[in-house]
């Protein structure tokens, strides 16, 4: 267990459909950060919170959006679904923004059918 | 923006040899390198890190390289047994202080 939480573990929906996955981040860590992985593809960063507030932003959808809320957790919305963002989609944590001990939750596998 | 190049993307060793990986980056700021391995459907494991101040760190049949002045690492894995057989993915930190990784090296190791 790295101390991580991602929830759900699975999740299937429908095209045009809007989800919300869940990180809540090791015990202690500030900075969260989003990333998505597809089909034998790398890991593309989406974005990064640092204590609540937006540090960084990748290459992230408009229909994706993510905040940061008091306790640390973090959650990312996707909205109007489709096919090709089915990927499997991880969380990671660290201390301080620098990077650092970044370390991974399991991710949430999301399949848009 | 910090670009972090792998290569190769697949390699096939057998078991016993030696198996390398090579990043380059461009962002001469970077200043923390870790490795990471994931098996097939799992989250990425932090393996080995070096920092900037540091030229090559080892753990057990797993070291690191890098050269800062060329902007490049490398990933040693000695006596490659087939648990080794992952996805590995170099990263390099930004500006930001995010990491931006390489795109996997697919290893498999035949017995």
């Known amino acids: 267990d790295s101390g991580v939480t991602q929830t759900p573990k699975h999740l299937i929906t429908a095209t045009g459909q809007r989800v919300t996955l869940r990180c809540s981040p090791r015990?202690?860590?500030?900075?969260v950060y989003w990333y998505q992985q597809s089909l034998d593809q790398g890991l593309q960063f989406l974005i990064q919170?640092?204590?609540?507030?937006?540090?960084a932003k990748g290459n992230i959808l408009e229909r994706f959006s993510a905040q940061q809320f008091p306790d640390l957790h973090s959650e990312l919305n996707l909205s109007s679904l489709e096919l090709g963002d089915s990927a499997l989609y991880f969380c990671?944590?660290?201390?301080?923004?620098?990077?650092?001990?970044?370390?991974f939750g399991s991710g949430t596998r999301l399949t848009v059918v | 923006g910090e670009n972090v190049e792998q290569h190769p993307s697949t390699l096939s060793v057998q078991e016993g040899d030696s198996a390398v990986i090579k990043c380059t980056y461009s962002?001469?700021?970077?200043?923390?390198f870790p490795w990471y391995k994931q098996e097939l459907g799992k989250r990425p494991q932090l393996i080995i890190d070096?920092?900037?101040?540091?030229g090559e760190k080892k753990d057990q049949r797993i070291a690191v390289t890098l050269n800062k002045t060329a902007k490049h690492f490398s990933l040693h894995i000695t006596e490659t047994q087939p648990e080794d057989s992952a996805v590995y993915f170099c990263?390099?930190?930004?500006?930001?202080?995010?990491?931006?990784f390489g795109a996997g090296t697919q290893v498999v190791v035949t017995p």
């Open positions: 015990s202690g860590d500030l900075s």
């Open positions: 962002d001469s700021a970077s200043n923390y």
């Open positions: 990263a390099a930190t930004d500006s930001w202080g995010k990491l931006q």
């Open positions: 070096i920092r900037s101040n540091v």
């Open positions: 919170y640092y204590n609540g507030e937006e540090r």
């Open positions: 990671a944590s660290s201390l301080d923004p620098t990077g650092d001990g970044y370390t």
